[in-house]
T-cell receptor
Framework: KAGVTQTPRYLIKTRGQQVTLSCSPI?????VSWYQQTPGQGLQFLFE???????NKGNFPGRFSGRQFSNSRSEMNVSTLELGDSALYLC????????????FGQGTRLTVV | DQQVKQNSPSLSVQEGRISILNCDYT??????FLWYKKYPAEGPTFLIS?????DKNEDGRFTVFLNKSAKHLSLHIVPSQPGDSAVYFC????????????FGEGTQLTVNP
């Protein structure tokens, strides 16, 4: 079974630009969650999508948004990039229940200059 | 507020000995707990989990213990191997919050040959 695939692996953007990251979950998994990892804040939950609907949202500004398609693939978008958005963005997929493990992709390393 | 805490940023043990990683939580709604292992610039890898209806779960060299009254869980690795050297994250979820995971800050485990 293929794992969680995130693209691209690395990205360099300029302040003020916007960026779109992509995540393909494990086949059959309907829940996709996004996390941001930074040295100072650890792993922070961004949002979760389930069956094309946002089911949960973390404490991030509205510049961070996401969506999920009918095939469960998900994208997250960050608009008006700031230097502090530089981080490793991780996608996790899981079946539809909260009491099962989530499987992570390798992440997208975003650098904002 | 930090709902999941790992108070030891680092731990160093000798190969063959036991590694014990600790985690505390404050949210009584958490009912599922997981441990992940992470290498730099990669996504977390699932290790082992435990439901709140259990107090112990074993998988090979890994055992997780849950003490609900103390809101404390620990991961035991026996015997420790140099390949176990990585950052270990404790995570928790609540059934009411879908697949959202709340992570601790992580503990860097170093196993010396």
């Amino acid at each position: 079974k293929a794992g969680v695939t995130q693209t691209p692996r690395y990205l360099i953007k300029t302040r003020g630009q916007q960026v779109t990251l992509s995540c393909s979950p494990i086949s059959g998994h309907r829940s996709v969650s996004w996390y941001q990892q930074t040295p100072g804040q650890g792993l922070q939950f961004l949002f979760e999508y389930f069956s094309e609907t946002q089911r949960n949202k973390g404490n991030f500004p509205g510049r961070f948004s996401g969506r999920q398609f009918s095939n469960s693939r998900s994208e997250m978008n960050v608009s008006t990039l700031e230097l502090g958005d530089s981080a490793l963005y991780l996608c996790a997929s899981s079946p539809d229940r909260g009491d099962t493990e989530a499987f992570f992709g390798q992440g997208t390393r975003l650098t904002v200059v | 507020d930090q709902q999941v805490k790992q108070n030891s940023p680092s731990l160093s043990v000798q190969e063959g000995r036991i590694s014990i990683l600790n985690c505390d939580y404050t949210n009584s709604m958490f009912d599922y707990f997981l441990w992940y292992k992470k290498y730099p610039a990669e996504g977390p890898t699932f290790l082992i989990s435990i439901s709140s209806i259990k107090d112990k779960n074993e998988d090979g060299r890994f055992t997780v213990f849950l003490n609900k009254s103390a809101k404390h869980l620990s991961l035991h690795i026996v015997p420790s191997q140099p390949g176990d050297s990585a950052v270990y994250f404790c995570a928790a979820s609540a059934r009411s919050s879908g697949s959202r995971l709340t992570f601790g800050e992580g503990t860097q485990l170093t196993v010396n040959p």
